[in-house]
């Protein structure tokens, strides 16, 4: 166990729709990153916050925003879902100091139909 | 831009035998690389990095890996597979100090440990 929590598991929804995945970081750890896992993508850095700001952005979406709460908890927005949007949603948090190891998530599985 | 390839979508090997899984990297400057393992529906669980100092880095699971600067690898080790070894195992890069902390991975190896 790595101790970063992610909610919910699994989330089945329709194109179209919204949904928010929720992450908590492991404690102490100040950065949340977002990853995406797909079969034709494979593991893609999305977004990074640190303590509340962000810090860093890769290839997130328009429709894709995310935010860092003042508890550090993090939340992935993603909107007006397309199929293409099924895959594994990844959070890892670390300590922000460049090399600190990320540690992952079980992850959050988002299937649209 | 960085960028992990991993040659090998797969690697077959029997229990007991050595396991090797190749990790190579293009990065502008001094990289800190990393290897992960997934096991199924499972997160990535961290194995080892490598920051700076001795290339040999050891990790954990008796994992260890060889950071070759001037072939630019990260190959992945283990003298003796188990069985509980098979996975799917990626290679990242950070572009290291002040360049941020985004992970780029691999595509990714299966291995696979026979009995």
């Known amino acids: 166990d790595s101790g970063v929590t992610q909610t919910p598991k699994h989330l089945i929804t329709a194109t179209g729709q919204r949904v928010t995945l929720r992450c908590s970081p492991r404690s102490g750890d100040l950065s949340v990153y977002w990853y995406q896992q797909s079969l034709d993508q494979g593991l893609q850095f999305l977004i990074q916050?640190?303590?509340?700001?962000?810090?860093a952005k890769g290839n997130i979406l328009e429709r894709f925003s995310a935010q860092q709460f003042p508890d550090l908890h993090s939340e992935l927005n993603l909107s007006s879902l397309e199929l293409g949007d099924s895959a594994l949603y990844f959070c890892?948090?670390?300590?922000?100091?460049?090399?600190?190891?990320?540690?992952f998530g079980p992850g959050t599985r988002l299937l649209v139909l | 831009a960085q960028s992990v390839a991993q040659p090998e979508d797969q690697v077959n090997v029997a229990e007991g035998n050595p396991l090797t899984v190749k990790c190579t990297y293009s990065v502008s400057g001094n990289p800190y690389l990393f290897w992960y393992v997934q096991y199924p529906n499972r997160g990535l669980q961290f194995l080892l990095k490598?920051?700076?100092?001795?290339?040999l880095v050891k990790g954990s699971y008796g994992f260890e890996a060889e950071f070759n600067k001037s072939q630019t690898s990260f190959h992945l080790k283990k003298p003796s597979a188990l069985v509980s070894d098979s996975a799917l195992y990626f290679c990242?890069?950070?572009?290291?100090?002040?360049?941020?902390?985004?992970?780029?991975f691999g595509g990714g190896t299966r291995v696979l440990v026979k009995p």
């Open positions: 490598y920051i700076t100092g001795d290339n």
């Open positions: 990242a890069v950070t572009p290291g100090q002040a360049a941020g902390n985004k992970l780029t």
């Open positions: 916050y640190y303590n509340g700001e962000e810090r």
């Open positions: 890892a948090s670390s300590v922000e100091t460049s090399g600190e190891t990320q540690y």
